[in-house]
């Protein structure tokens, strides 16, 4: 069964509990919110990926992440299972974003790597890609997130990037402006998941909330936690630097949900 999901919904469901959830911020890169009538807790799926489910004043919310290559003129499917009973589809609208292009230039071996470099940078992929694709159980009941550093905050996510004149990748994160050595805060308590100096990122550490949430923190000068660590909100994960491809000082930090970067904006507090 397809069952269309109303907005209007999501909307009033956020004003509600808006300290504890995103909005529903149905586009590419966005978030979409989806509350849920079960007794238990429900499975939630899209694109085959598994979607985080909270638990939040005595209802259940599904916190779905919204590929920034989705189709907007096709509604994204997502199918819900609650135990005993047999799946659901829904089709959540979605609209187009409008993200700007960006020009960087960077040193000549970001663009255009040597064969070694290659070799290092699809052997760092497989473990970042296994780090952001991660699944954890974990039961919760919110995701909000406090800013990791203090700084004025890009509004470069999903932004087409051209390097040296060469197109490259939408940008996956937000840049946060703080000088050398400045002290990144986990923005919520999680599993540090991996760790490491890598071609493009440079130093970075990568954060499992549990239930595929992710984030991601690139061009550390130092890294002060390891692989395995379990951190709680607040502690020092590392200082910020300009490692990896950069024009300068700053943190890159993204965050992901079922395997997909979304708008770190759409998940930090307002007050904060």
């Known amino acids: 069964m397809l069952t269309k999901f109303s907005v209007t919904v999501a909307l009033l469901l956020t004003c509600a509990v808006a300290a504890a959830l995103p909005q529903h911020s149905p586009w590419p890169g966005g978030i979409a919110v989806v509350e849920i009538d ?23 919310t599904a916190i779905i992440g919204i590929p920034l290559g989705q189709d907007d003129t096709e509604p994204l499917i997502a199918t819900i299972t609650r135990p005993g009973e047999g799946a659901e589809q829904i089709a959540i609208d979605l609209h187009a974003a409008d993200y700007r292009v960006q020009r960087l230039n960077v040193d000549r071996k970001y663009v255009e790597p040597d064969p070694a470099s290659l070799q290092r940078i699809f052997g760092e992929r497989k473990i970042i890609d296994s780090a952001l694709g991660n699944w954890r159980s974990q039961e919760m009941t919110a995701v909000n997130l406090q800013a990791p550093v203090p700084g004025k905050r890009s509004t470069s996510f999903g932004s087409r990037r051209i390097f040296n004149d060469q197109p490259r990748s ?38 499992d909330h549990g239930q595929g949430f992710i984030s991601l923190y690139c061009h550390l000068s130092e890294i002060d936690v390891v692989e395995g660590q379990e951190v709680l909100s607040g502690e020092i994960l590392g200082k910020v630097g300009a490692t990896g491809r950069v024009t300068g000082a700053h943190l890159h930090f993204a965050t992901y949900l079922n395997t997909t970067a979304v708008d770190p904006a759409l998940l930090i507090d307002t007050d904060r």
Do not use: C, Q
């Open 170 to 207: 939408p940008h996956k994160g937000m840049d946060i402006t703080a000088i050398t050595g400045t002290p990144i805060l986990a923005p919520r308590g999680g599993i540090v998941s991996a760790t490491g100096d890598y071609y493009f990122n440079g130093n970075t550490v990568i954060l």
């Open 38 to 60: 079960s007794e238990f807790h429900p499975i939630v799926y899209a694109n085959e990926k598994p979607s985080l489910v909270v638990r939040s004043n005595n209802k259940w």
